[in-house]
């Protein structure tokens, strides 16, 4: 993407709004706008962040075995007088007329819509397990919508559903869930502490957290310092086995939020591994058997292996898709911007050519551009006919993983700049070796740009 067409309106100033550092950086970064209390439009470079962060959830949940559906934003009243949470839910709940007076709601959450779902459909014991999920936005009145996308009113969530037989296979549900959020957070670079939670307005007697420390965040937690040092993309995992001994591992240390803290227990620990910590809640996990399913609720039913009619068990489980921006954006960054892990990053190159109008640039960069485009690299070109100091400004603040740099000097004699964004290296090197080291020449694309480097000329 040429910089000149594209559309990144950054701004100079912190805006006094923001209070925290990643809601003063995604305004600043021109990633989102404010449109009213807690609602944004999500603008050309949030957006690309945003899609990348639920392509990484919805490979996880596929590969949980979890199905993709999506219901709809707007869903009628009736639903929720079934379950009783129609007035149970309060002002947090966006209630709307249509024209014929029917009463309708912006869905806050999904459990009613899927269990109607499920009970339309499903008939016997065969139907069962199932997961369903869906990313779909949300909207909650919350009292103090803050913090830009992380409390926000409309936001984007990754919603899951699993219905089974018995508190068993509940419980293998769930413990999928549970592994599948903790390799989807790791693959965004995020270390995420699943700790014992309440329940609230969905309700159950077993639920999760899951956790992002950080100093900005809403919740005060309480955990073992030993579990920041569990690595989970270090560890195989087949959805068919038993995960229960892989979540007894993630769940055998202390680690509960602040409604759930045992202070007794945690007093217990020897002081060094004491964490007392405040945190970002990125996902939520719940089991809560037949309490939508059952007859006082929607009345899901199948038959079971012994031809009589049960109830089958539920639980969900929810990502806050569009709060994973911002949460990331707080565990990294530094003074000069935003530092995108690549999993997540907008464009994996910023290509700045420092000087527009020269020759020898121009050819150089057009060149790369061209290189980068042609193996799959995501490049943002900073082609604008402006100074050094702003070009840089800006592409620290949005944070691509690599800057490449196309001065006049080195352009004469094909050499270029490299810039590391996370750990500020730089290197001096020739434009064909920066090019091998951003694309992995042991892909396919890379084999091919490889083709193409050796064509590459000097300016
Ligand atoms: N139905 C269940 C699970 S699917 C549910 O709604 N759970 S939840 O209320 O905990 O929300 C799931 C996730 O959505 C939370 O962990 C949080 O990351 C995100 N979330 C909740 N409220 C907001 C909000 N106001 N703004 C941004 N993200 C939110």
Request: net charge negative; hydrophobic share 40%.
């Amino acid at each position: 993407m040429r910089l000149t067409r594209y559309f990144l309106p950054t701004l100079k100033e912190t805006p006094a709004e923001a209070q925290i550092v990643s809601h003063r950086l995604m305004l600043r970064a021109g990633m989102v706008r404010l449109e009213a209390a807690g609602i944004y439009s999500w603008l050309p470079l949030g957006l690309r962040v945003l899609r990348r962060i639920e392509q990484i959830v919805r490979e996880e949940q596929d590969a949980a075995g979890a199905l993709e559906l999506l219901m709809p934003t707007i869903q009628p009243a009736e639903l929720w007088r079934e379950s009783g949470r129609y007035d149970d839910y309060g002002k947090e709940m966006l209630r709307i007329k249509d024209r014929h007076e029917r009463d309708m709601l912006y869905g806050p959450t999904n459990e009613e819509m899927v269990s109607a779902i499920f009970r339309n459909f499903a008939k016997s014991y065969r139907d069962l397990p199932k997961l369903l999920y869906h990313i779909q936005w949300k909207f909650r009145d919350e009292v103090r919508p803050r913090f830009g996308v992380m409390r926000g009113r409309e936001f984007l969530m990754k919603d899951s559903y699993s219905f089974d037989l018995d508190y068993a296979g509940a419980r293998a549900s769930y413990n999928r869930m549970f592994i599948a959020y903790l390799r989807t957070f790791a693959r965004m670079g995020l270390k995420a502490i699943p700790m014992v939670a309440d329940t609230g307005p969905i309700g159950g007697d077993l639920s999760h957290e899951f956790i992002i420390l950080a100093e900005t965040g809403e919740s005060a937690v309480y955990c073992d310092r030993g579990l920041t040092d569990f690595d989970i993309l270090g560890e195989s995992v087949d959805y068919e086995a038993n995960l229960q001994p892989l979540v007894d591992k993630w769940t055998s240390l202390y680690a509960a939020t602040d409604e759930k803290h045992d202070a007794a227990a945690f007093a217990a620990l020897p002081a060094e591994r004491r964490m007392e910590a405040r945190g970002i809640e990125v996902g939520h996990v719940f089991y809560f058997g037949t309490k939508y399913s059952g007859p006082e609720a929607m009345n899901v039913t199948v038959t079971g292996h012994d031809g009589k009619l049960v109830h089958p068990e539920m639980g969900s489980y929810g990502i806050g898709v569009s709060r994973l921006v911002g949460a990331i954006i707080e565990a990294h960054h530094d003074q000069a911007g935003i530092r995108w892990p690549a999993a997540v990053a907008p464009f994996q190159v910023g290509l700045v050519n420092l000087k527009v109008g020269d020759a020898a640039c121009d050819a150089l960069a057009g060149d790369l551009y061209a290189k980068l485009a042609a193996a799959g690299c995501d490049t943002l070109y900073d082609d604008r006919d402006e100074r050094a100091g702003v070009k840089f400004a800006d592409m620290d603040l949005i944070g691509l993983p690599w800057q490449l740099v196309v001065g006049p000097r080195g352009a004469k004699t094909g050499m270029v700049e490299l810039k590391n964004r996370a750990s500020g290296a730089r290197e001096e090197l020739t434009a064909e070796a920066a090019l091998n080291k951003l694309v992995d020449p042991t892909s396919q694309l890379g084999g091919l740009l490889q083709e193409l480097g050796k064509g590459l000329s000097p300016g």
